[in-house]
């Protein structure tokens, strides 16, 4: 099973959520969940939404290696610096998987799945509340 969540970066609030096959490729299951930004909002992503331009043109992929040649020193840094700003999105993936159901081969039912994860985001984005956790960007 796959999931895609989508982040507000400056809050690490959970907004939306997309399930589909584990065989699903990334940017096909962001295709089909039918999610758009605003054009002003910024949107950082991982390799697996190259083409995502297409759909929003105010969105930031790594730089990807040519073929039998290096990244330049500017591609370089340009990666290093989109990792920083995406690691809240990791953050966010590390607090859920502290549910062992997410870390681990669901054996349950499939249509329970998006249920469940359902319940754990809503647990996440309540406890972030609670406890006033503050870290209005987008990262997928």
């Given amino acids: 099973m796959k999931c895609q969540i989508v ?6 609030e959970i907004i939306c ?25 910024l ?7 190259q083409g995502i331009a297409r759909y929003h043109a105010n969105c930031f992929i790594p730089k990807k290696k040519p073929k039998n040649g290096e990244l330049s020193e500017a591609d370089r840094d340009f990666n ?7 690691i809240c999105i990791e953050h966010v993936n590390r607090r859920l998987k502290i549910f062992k159901l997410l870390a681990q081969r669901y054996r349950n039912r ?3 799945y998006g249920l469940r994860f359902n319940l754990i985001a809503a647990l996440y984005n309540y406890d972030l509340n609670r406890t006033g956790d ?3 960007n987008i990262a997928i």
Avoid at 43 to 49: H, I, V
Avoid at 80 to 86: H, I, K, M, P, Y
Wanted: charged share 40%.
């Fill in 7 to 12: 982040i507000d970066r400056d809050t690490q």
């Fill in 43 to 49: 949107s950082l992503e991982d390799k697996g939404y």
């Fill in 110 to 112: 499939r249509r329970r």
């Fill in 134 to 136: 503050r870290q209005h």
């Fill in 80 to 86: 290093r610096t989109l990792s920083r700003e995406r």
């Fill in 17 to 41: 959520l997309r399930f589909g096959q584990g065989r699903t490729h990334d940017f096909k299951l962001f295709k089909a969940s039918g999610v758009h930004f605003h054009p002003d909002t």
